[in-house]
Each structure stands twice: as structure tokens, then as C-alpha cells.
């Protein structure tokens, strides 16, 4: 028998032991031992003729103990709430895909004869062996043009918690988002909800202010960056009479319509520098100075923040407070962008489309018990899944509506021009005003108060590796500025940020290093701060 020592080098267990996950119910998985946060290979269920079953997930914990597992209609068992069954299509064959745990990776071999199957939309003939990094991304497996299952890691939450907040998925980060709003809902604290534009950032600020002690009063919501800058501190904390021109009555901010309940600042980084000060006031002392009015207002409120700004860059540029950044993370939590949870596709897909479908009045096409009659070409869902979606879930919802109103009428759903525009190979996109990486310089590499534009790609690569990613040191090298380094930062394509790394990837370099992180960094290339602060926000450090 191959051991997991020779199967994994950087994944699931190589430390000798074992994981017996023969069973796969909660019981096993969530364990009183230290083993609950392991990555696990599994499958998960993006498509199926009956729509109930997408979602269902079956757990592969043969492969990481070094044996065989195996796939075919009439095994292993996929779970979820209420139900535990094999695929059970009958135009699966009962030929089990034979999964085998190999150096590096997971080879997937088929017997001679085997029915048509696809990987990531290409046929597979005879075996395929996938590496780490791909089931890390979720591949995508497309069985007899019935059924779409995604092969990828799945981390078993440390602390699993029954109540959606709001959430739809069972993918491991939110599960953990889950988690964390758990911990945090019944203090006091304010907390600071990062990610992109998309992820639903509001929904956890509606979830934490729903499980608070808060949840009867009052949840009021104000978007920052739609504020123009001359009227924030009057929409903040209100106004008394006569305190500008058109003020004939005193006027309620927001803080004042949010007593004894909950205040969320959407796009906090964009709050004007003039009125932060006030804003730390008001988080620090629970004050708040109305414009034009001569003493200041207690206020019951507790501040909820979320951002997609960088704010540590925005500190070192001088435009956002630290002090500010400090009070308003009381806690972060981080919410991942929809590539990290590609096994939360199909259930989004079916929740979405059922809210679009009931609107339309057309709920009978995922309803409707036909074999024959897909209610959607799994090939589309295949497409969807291994799409990037740069505007996340949100994204996702829009492409969902599109596809169900254009296709009203027919007897299921069925792809349009503009999804299928969205979803066709992109060419490289434009850049207004882009960084042009000039030649690589032939003088020394670093000389004293450069331009930005006069540092070349392959030099602020090598500078960054020199320094270990520690910016304010390859920036000295470098002759720019922090804030100029992190321009260029964004701009080449060759980096990515901390935020952009999958969940399962911090786990597997943190194991594989043994939690070294200078290691860490070498291996992941990104800044060590930002590293760091994603290292702690996973529990990975005490």
C-alpha cells in the first residue's frame, strides 16, 4: 500500500498517520481531535437531472490513508441534509473512475470501455493525473452528459454552525465565514468585513445584526462612497437648525436613526479625511457632534464597516486613518471571492434560479421529474463552474437572471448570447492608463528617487524575492515610495496579492513549512504582512 508520506508531499497528511474516514458523517469529520482541519479530497455535485441533489458532497478519505477511491452510479455515498445516496442516474455506468493517490497529485483512471467522461471540458481517455494545484482550483467532471461534479479539497469547519446567516453555500470558507460570524454577533465590538465587490458583504453585516443582541432595533445601512465629501459629516451625525443654508429644522444622521441597533459603513475607505476624526470619536466614546451644534449627542450604536480598498496602503498614503483602521477592525472577518468556492456554484445556480424562475412564474422546468428533459445543458454548467466571475456572486445572480428570461418560454433553460459572451475566452483587457514596464536597465539596480515607470517588471521581481516581500525595504531599494511600489504591484501581472490565495493553498504551504513564514512567503510570493494577516484570520497562529 502507498503511504499518504509518498502520496502528498505538500497536501492532506505526510506526517505518517492516518485519517479513517471509511464513514463520512459529521461525527468523524468534526472530531474532538486536531485533525478537523485537514483538507480532504472530495466531490461535489454542480449538476444532476434531479435538482435536489445538487449541492451533495462525498468525501474521498480513502485517497489521503493512500488507497483507491472510486466513482460510479452506484458509489460512494453523496451527502447532504436529509439524504445520503449514490449518483443513482441510470445513464451512469456502474464502471466505477478509479481516483489513485500518486506523488503530487490524484490520478484518475478509467477502464477500457469506460463511458464518455470529461475533465474540465476535455475528454479523458484511458487516465489523467491531476496535480494539487488543479484540484485546488476545483476540476470540473462532466460524466455521460449527465452529471457535473467538482474534485477539490473540503476543510471541515472547526466550529460548525447550523444557522445560515443568510448565506447560501456549504463550501469550507463559508462555513468558516459562518463561524465567524458566530463568535462575533453577540459582542459588542465593531467589526470590519473585507473582500471583493460582490461577496455579499452586506448579507454577513444583515447576519451578524440579526444573531446580536441588537436584532430588535433598528439595522440602517449607508453607502460612503456614494456621500458626496461637503455633506458627510451632516449625513454621519446630523445637523442643528440653521447650521447651513436650507437647514430650517435640525436634521438626524445616521448615527441618530440607528440608536439601539446597528449602523453598517459600506465602503468605509471611501469616508472623507475631514471627517474621520470625528467618526474614531464616535467609536471610541459613543459622541457624536452634529454640525453647527454646540455640544455633543451620546449615541447606542454599535458600527459595522466593509471594504474592498486596500486600507493598510491607503494608511501608508497618507488618506485613511490608523487609528481609525485599528477601532473600526475590533474583528475582521474576510469574505471570499466566488473563484475560492467553486463548489458553492450549483447550489448558488439553484437558489438564484429558483428566486428568478418564481418571478417569471416558471418554477415547473427544475421541478418537473423528467429524465429525458434536462432542465439545463450540464456542458453550460461546466462553463459556469470554471468561469472566474471577477464580480463574484453577485455576478452570478445578474448571469442567472439573463439566462432564465431568455429562457421564458421554452421548455428548459437554455444559454444566451450575452452569457455566452460573458463566458467566452476573453482577450487580455485594457488598462485605462496603464503601467508600462520599461526594459530591463543595464546600470545598478536601484538608484536614489526613481520614477515609478523607470522600475522594470523582472527588476521589481527581483528586488521583491531579494527582500522577502517585505516592502518598505524593497521600496528603499527600489527609490520609489510604498505607495508607488504598490502600484506597481497591482499592475504586473506576474504577483499576486495574499487576498487572492484560496484558502486550501494558505493551509497546505502553512502545513508543508511547518508554519515557517519566511518560508511561507518564498513559496506564495506575496507581501509577508499581508500574509500574515491572512495566516491569523484562518486561526493558523495563536
Given amino acids: 500500500m502507498v503511504s499518504s508520506d509518498d502520496v502528498f508531499m505538500s497536501s492532506p497528511r505526510f506526517d505518517g498517520s492516518t485519517l479513517d474516514l471509511s464513514r463520512t458523517g459529521t461525527e ?26 445538487v449541492g451533495a458532497r462525498a468525501y474521498l478519505g480513502q485517497i489521503v490513508r493512500g488507497q483507491e477511491a472510486r466513482l460510479s452510479r452506484l458509489e460512494p455515498d453523496f451527502e447532504q441534509p436529509g439524504s445520503r445516496e449514490p449518483l443513482n442516474d441510470p445513464y451512469l455506468s456502474r ?31 484511458g487516465s489523467r493525473v491531476l496535480s494539487l494545484a488543479e484540484i485546488r482550483e476545483g476540476a470540473v467532471l462532466e460524466m455521460a452528459g449527465r452529471v457535473v461534479l467538482l474534485l477539490h479539497f473540503f476543510i471541515p469547519p472547526r466550529l ?7 448565506l447560501v453555500g456549504e463550501s469550507s470558507v463559508i462555513a468558516q465565514v459562518r463561524a465567524e460570524i458566530h463568535r462575533v454577533a453577540d459582542l459588542a465590538v465593531p467589526v470590519l468585513i473585507r473582500g471583493a465587490t460582490g461577496t455579499g458583504k452586506e448579507l454577513v453585516a444583515q447576519g451578524i445584526h440579526a444573531a446580536s443582541r441588537r436584532h430588535r432595533g433598528p ?50 475607505g471611501e469616508t472623507p479625511q475631514e471627517v474621520q476624526a470625528s467618526l474614531l470619536r464616535a467609536l471610541e466614546a459613543g459622541e457624536i457632534q452634529p454640525v453647527g451644534a454646540q455640544s455633543a449627542l451620546r449615541v447606542d450604536v454599535r458600527v459595522l464597516a466593509a471594504t474592498d480598498a486596500d486600507l493598510e496602503q491607503r494608511v501608508q498614503a497618507g488618506t485613511f486613518r490608523e487609528p481609525l483602521l485599528h477601532r473600526l477592525a475590533g474583528y475582521s ?16 445556480l439553484v437558489h438564484f434560479l ?3 424562475l418564481a418571478a417569471t412564474g416558471e418554477l415547473d422546468i427544475l421541478d418537473r421529474d423528467s429524465p429525458h428533459l434536462l432542465w439545463i445543458k450540464p456542458a453550460l454548467v461546466v462553463r459556469l463552474a470554471r468561469y472566474d466571475w471577477p464580480g463574484n456572486v453577485r455576478q452570478l445572480r445578474n448571469a442567472v437572471r439573463q439566462l432564465v428570461i431568455g429562457s421564458r418560454g421554452l421548455p428548459r433553460l437554455q444559454s444566451s448570447p450575452g452569457l455566452e459572451n460573458l463566458l467566452a475566452p476573453a482577450a487580455a483587457p ?15 539596480v536601484a538608484a536614489r528617487r526613481r520614477k515609478p515607470a523607470d522600475v522594470s517588471q523582472d527588476e521589481l521581481l527581483a528586488v521583491l524575492r531579494a527582500h522577502r516581500w517585505r516592502l518598505k525595504s524593497a521600496a528603499e531599494e527600489l527609490g520609489i515610495s510604498r505607495p508607488s511600489l504598490y502600484v506597481l504591484i497591482e499592475h504586473c501581472p506576474a504577483i499576486r496579492k495574499a487576498g487572492d490565495l484560496k484558502v486550501e493553498e494558505i493551509v497546505l504551504c502553512h502545513r508543508e513549512h511547518g508554519g515557517d513564514l519566511d518560508r511561507m512567503v518564498e513559496c506564495l510570493m506575496v507581501s509577508r504582512d499581508a500574509l500574515l494577516r491572512r495566516i491569523r484570520e484562518l486561526g493558523l497562529v495563536s
Fill in 95 to 125: 464502471r466505477p473512475i478509479h481516483f489513485l493517490p500518486v506523488p503530487g497529485g490524484i490520478e484518475m483512471r478509467l477502464d477500457e470501455g469506460h463511458a464518455r467522461i470529461a475533465l474540465n471540458g476535455e475528454p479523458v481517455d
Fill in 28 to 53: 468523524v469529520l468534526w472530531g474532538k481531535d486536531d485533525l478537523a482541519f485537514e483538507p480532504i479530497p472530495a466531490l461535489t455535485i454542480l449538476f444532476h437531472p434531479q435538482v435536489l441533489r
Fill in 430 to 444: 485594457a488598462v485605462a492608463d496603464p503601467v508600462v514596464f520599461p526594459a530591463q536597465p543595464s546600470g545598478p
Fill in 219 to 268: 439595522f440602517v445601512t449607508v453607502n460612503l462612497g456614494a456621500i458626496p465629501p461637503s455633506l458627510a459629516a451632516s449625513e454621519l451625525f446630523g445637523a442643528a437648525r440653521g447650521a447651513f443654508t436650507g437647514a430650517v429644522q435640525a436634521q438626524d444622521g445616521y448615527f441618530r436613526k440607528a440608536q439601539g441597533g446597528t449602523l453598517f459603513l459600506d465602503e468605509i
Fill in 354 to 356: 429558483r428566486q428568478e
Fill in 160 to 166: 460548525p454552525v447550523g444557522e445560515p446567516h443568510g
Fill in 333 to 348: 472577518i474576510r469574505l471570499p471571492p466566488l473563484r475560492e468556492r467553486r463548489d458553492d456554484i450549483g447550489r448558488l
